[in-house]
């Protein structure tokens, strides 16, 4: 079974190196626009930060920005770290107040791993297993076959009735894609699905 990692609950680091303070954090999204919202909302909090750094994995997708810091300084060192770690559905920000000192590129490498890395040493970590959903048609002889299948696989079954069972079925990627592949089976290739997507 596929799995990543994300946060339990947000963690954060706040230090200076050379007159510039580092506001680093971390906390789990479940997707870009959330992490963007995110982001957006720590420039309110900090409209006097020079940098606000951002590096978020969504289902694996990567987004980043090192906002005006030296490509390659500040969100590329913090994708490391997460990666290292094996994190997915996660937003890593750095809000930067500069102090007048420069850093150089090893500096700043080095201070944006560091505002990462430092809280995630203490974070409680937890997996996250692919979620998806699917609609599904059947007639109503089979329906108590699709109910013991779905207790088999592990997925829910949100059932409503007409002509024909209709069913919005729910769980892991993998036991859902065994499931409709098992019922599919067992039903003969009378199994009507009308769609399927990845929720997170």
């Known amino acids: 079974m596929s799995f990543s990692k994300t946060l339990e609950h947000p963690v954060e680091s706040d230090f200076e190196i050379k007159k510039s303070r580092f506001i680093g954090r971390i906390e789990s999204i479940y997707s870009q626009e959330e992490g963007l919202a995110k982001v957006a909302a720590l420039w309110q909090q900090h409209p006097e930060a020079r940098h606000v750094c951002y590096a978020m994995l969504v289902n694996g997708q990567v987004r980043q920005s090192d906002d005006g810091e030296p490509s390659g300084t500040a969100a590329r ?15 890593a920000t750095v809000v930067r107040y500069f102090g007048g000192i420069k850093l150089g590129a090893g500096g700043l490498v080095r201070a944006y791993s560091q505002a990462i890395s430092d809280p995630l040493n203490t974070a409680e ?38 002509q024909r069972v209709t069913a919005q079925v729910t769980g892991e990627t993998e036991c859902l894609e065994q499931f409709l592949e098992m019922t599919n089976s067992q039903l003969r290739g009378e199994l009507i699905q009308d769609s399927a997507e990845q929720t997170f």
Not at 77 to 91: A, E, R, S
Not at 127 to 132: A, D, I, K, L, N
């Open 77 to 91: 060192p913090m994708l490391n770290v997460l990666q290292h770690k094996g994190l997915d559905n996660v937003l």
């Open 125 to 162: 970590l937890i997996e996250v297993r692919p979620q998806s959903t699917a609609v599904i048609h059947f007639q109503y002889e089979h329906e108590s076959l699709v109910r013991h299948l779905a207790d088999q696989y592990g997925v829910n079954l949100d059932v409503q009735y007409a």
